[in-house]
């Protein structure tokens, strides 16, 4: 009895110790990833510019003596000085304001707009994934129809159609990077189909939505979440141009690229104008493709050079 | 070989059969997707003060009353058979015809782009990586990732403002001689030589760690054969892929750049037609460019069956070191 009791607790200390290793394994994957990226000078620089610029958007407009829309007609085109640092548009709006505002719109967009295409991706993907066979093929068949269609002008449709609006770009922007985010998880899932945890899944009678999301998920999206990383610059910069035709954001909203499509007229007077925002979109989109290429390399070390 | 080049033949045809498809397919998503404009097409052609029986029979005109499938199945088949893409809402003239004159210069602006890609983009990317973590690399790789950031839109205003506003050397904007090519071009081929560098780059990386390069410098073949016979035709299949996604990018971006330069391609056809809800020309140009984008794979793919011998072995049959 007293030999079965202390068994028992034995058991329990080796289950405990077992869980406990489970745990820091977990934590130690993601931890080395970060590890990883945060030894990465590049990666950091990037990281704390892009972090900078998005609380100085959120906190800045509050200390500004000018507001985003404010427009003060005795203040036009003024060159940049002490009073208005990136100078003032054609309504005398003040321009490093506007920036500050705009600094939302491109951010959130690309960041937004990115997730919004992994999100519906991963969703497709895998369902794809779990049922597989004739079900793919027709996907499949599907997806050259989808990809077919490039990029920009699928943006430029699909804006059309929806008109503008903060919700609608991001719709339009996020559904062209849908079939390369399935054709990288249908790569993945199917080099892992055939492994044993899921096959151990489905006989203790994991429901599918739980085999899919909790069992698939985590050994294929690792490919996909580099892709996406990468891609989020690449959103900014379509935002900023779809703003520049007069598609997505619309003036007087302070989006960079609409600020730009206000401006080009002109340039030859006023250049910082256009210099400013120009620089802006530069600077963020850079700075995010520095991140980019660090959390690439973090994830997967193989790919770093 | 006999029997290798009906195999080529074989997939070719394949590929070609495969096209139709993916054309119709694309065809119907891009009328399906506009078939929900939200807005009553009539009503913006005719302006607010029009009486409903002119609504009415202006729409009767245009076909607008009939069920979503017999639309679908007259465009199409107006699109397959007849090349017709219809007729502009606002000047009336044939989509087809005003596009047949602009495609000629989006498509020399998407050829003349990916052109000068691969001229600088895998000389710079090739350079970079054979001499990695040196200041040649550092210096590509800080490049690509600067031009890769720039906004295309945003460089070709500036250039505008230098070489044609303060310099007079180009002209600013419309079309002529090759001097009204040179700013879009730049502006347009910028982000992609980039793309391509790094792309050169990281593959050639790849290559260089295959057993096959160690095995051909053991047995002494010279250096520059390692490079030019042994790495680069390995390294430069991704690279090539890359070219028509890259083509397939610029064609479609010929929206933006032709915006800025004025050029009349089309590009500014379809943002011309967004802006006057002309749906026939927005839905036509589209149509246009995906087609040509999808031709531009398909072509990828014939030259890519050519060049990747694994490809090459599938249909010619010389798998496993069996000549049939």
Excluded at chain 1, 149 to 176: C, E, Q, R
Excluded at chain 2, 69 to 79: A, E, F, G, T
Excluded at chain 2, 260 to 269: K, L
Aim: glycine share 8%; aromatic share 10%; with cysteine.
């Amino acid at each position: 009895m007293k030999e079965k009791k202390h068994n028992h607790k034995k058991h329990n200390h080796e289950n405990h110790i077992h869980e406990e290793q489970i745990q820091v394994r977990k934590k130690s994957m993601t931890m080395i990833t970060l590890k990883r990226l945060s030894e990465s000078k590049t990666a950091m620089i990037g990281l704390g510019i892009i972090i900078l610029i998005f609380l100085v958007s959120l906190i800045g407009p509050f200390f500004c003596k000018y507001g985003v829309n404010e427009m003060i007609m005795a203040d036009r085109c003024l060159p940049p000085s002490a009073k208005h640092w990136f100078g003032t548009d054609t309504y005398g709006r003040d321009i490093f304001v506007r920036l500050l505002y705009g600094g939302r719109y491109s951010l959130i967009l690309g960041i937004s707009g990115s997730l919004f295409g992994l999100a519906i991706g991963v969703v497709l993907g895998l369902i794809n994934g779990y049922i597989g066979g004739a079900f793919d093929n027709i996907f499949m068949r599907i997806l050259d129809i989808w990809s077919a269609i490039p990029g920009t002008l699928l943006a430029v449709l699909i804006s059309t159609v929806l008109g503008p609006g903060f919700f609608n770009t991001m719709v339009a922007l996020s559904i062209g990077s849908v079939p390369l985010i399935i054709r990288l998880l249908r790569g993945r899932i199917l080099s892992v189909g055939h492994e044993e945890f899921l096959e151990a899944a489905t006989t203790i009678n994991a429901s599918p939505f739980r085999i899919m999301f909790k069992h698939m998920l985590p050994n294929v999206i690792s490919p996909v979440i580099v892709n996406t990383t990468m891609s989020v610059g690449g959103v900014i910069l379509e935002a900023a141009a779809l703003s520049y035709i007069g598609l997505g954001i619309q003036p007087p909203n302070p989006e960079w690229g609409a600020m730009l499509s206000d401006a080009k007229n002109y340039a030859t007077y006023y250049p910082w104008m256009l210099l400013f925002p120009g620089c802006a979109i530069a600077l963020v989109v850079l700075c995010i493709n520095l991140l980019g290429d660090g959390l690439r390399d973090a994830i997967d070390p193989k790919l770093k050079k | 070989m006999k029997a290798g080049t009906n195999r080529m033949g074989k997939y070719i045809l394949n590929r070609l059969l495969w096209m139709i498809f993916v054309l119709v397919g694309t065809a119907i998503v891009i009328f399906t997707i506009m078939y929900f404009i939200p807005k009553d097409i009539a009503k913006v052609l005719l302006g607010s003060s029009a009486t409903q029986a002119e609504l009415a029979s202006l729409r009767e005109r245009l076909g607008l009353n009939d069920p979503y499938i017999v639309q679908l199945l007259r465009y199409l088949k107006n699109v397959f058979t007849k090349f017709d893409l219809g007729k502009s809402y606002i000047y009336n003239v044939p989509v087809m015809q005003e596009l047949l004159s602009r495609i000629p210069r989006t498509f020399f602006i998407g050829c003349s782009v990916i052109l000068f890609d691969s001229l600088l983009g895998i000389p710079l990317g090739l350079m970079a990586g054979l001499n990695q973590n040196k200041w040649q690399d550092a210096l590509c790789m800080v490049l690509a990732l600067i031009f890769v950031s720039v906004p295309n839109f945003w460089l070709a205003l500036q250039l505008v403002d230098i070489f044609a506003v303060k310099l007079h050397w180009l002209p600013a904007f419309g079309i002529g001689g090759i001097k009204y090519y040179i700013m879009p071009v730049f502006a347009a081929f910028v982000s992609g030589v980039a793309t391509n560098a790094r792309q050169m780059r990281s593959s050639l990386l790849d290559v260089t760690r295959a057993d096959y390069i160690t095995s051909a410098r053991a047995k002494g073949v010279s250096e520059r054969n390692v490079v030019l016979k042994h790495m680069l035709p390995n390294a430069l299949i991704p690279v090539v892929t890359g070219l028509g996604v890259g083509l397939g990018k610029s064609i479609a971006g010929s929206v933006i750049i032709e915006t800025v330069f004025t050029i009349p391609g089309v590009g500014m056809y379809l943002l011309t037609g967004i802006n006057n809800a002309d749906y026939p020309v927005v839905q036509g140009s589209i149509i246009i460019l995906s087609f040509f984008s999808a031709l531009v794979m398909l072509l990828l793919d014939i030259v890519y069956a050519q060049v990747d011998p694994r490809i090459k072995a599938q249909y010619s049959g010389r798998m496993h070191g069996v000549t049939k």
